[in-house]
């Protein structure tokens, strides 16, 4: 079993930054992809950006030229760079694997491994 944990969420003004991390257990890290999702009160959880076993990355729109995703595999390590937060970047962050050598998919229902969440705020 695949455990994901995240970190590096928590409180702050719109336009800071937050870095968060997503460390996995799995062996094989270097080998599969990694989503970000999330999730605000009341609303569906969706894809935020995602990079590949390759390195390929994909980004939702509403963050593109914002947040930079990137991985270190030595480290079984994932990042989300988060810049020029909004208010509406507000939500619960998710970490997701798929199996391995699989591409990147927007589909939350494609990743097979999730993490436990952390809380992103951002106050106007």
């Known amino acids: 079993q695949v455990q994901l944990v995240e970190s590096g969420g928590g409180l702050v003004q719109a336009g800071g930054s937050l870095s968060l991390s997503c460390t996995a257990s799995?062996?094989?890290?270097?080998?599969?992809?990694v989503g970000w999702f999330r999730q605000a009160p009341g609303k569906e959880r969706e894809f935020v950006a995602a990079?590949?076993?390759?390195?390929?990355?994909d980004y939702a729109d509403s963050v593109k030229g914002r947040f930079t995703i990137s991985r270190d595999n030595a480290k079984n390590t994932a990042t989300l760079q988060m810049n020029s937060l909004k208010p509406e970047d507000t939500a619960v962050y998710y970490c997701?694997?798929?199996?391995?050598?699989?591409?990147?998919?927007?589909?939350?229902?494609?990743?097979?491994?999730w993490g436990q969440g952390t809380q992103v705020t951002v106050s106007s």
């Open positions: 997701a694997t798929r199996d391995r050598w699989l591409q990147i998919s927007r589909y939350r229902n494609e990743y097979k491994y």
């Open positions: 990079i590949s076993w390759s390195a390929g990355t």
């Open positions: 799995e062996r094989t890290f270097s080998r599969v992809t």
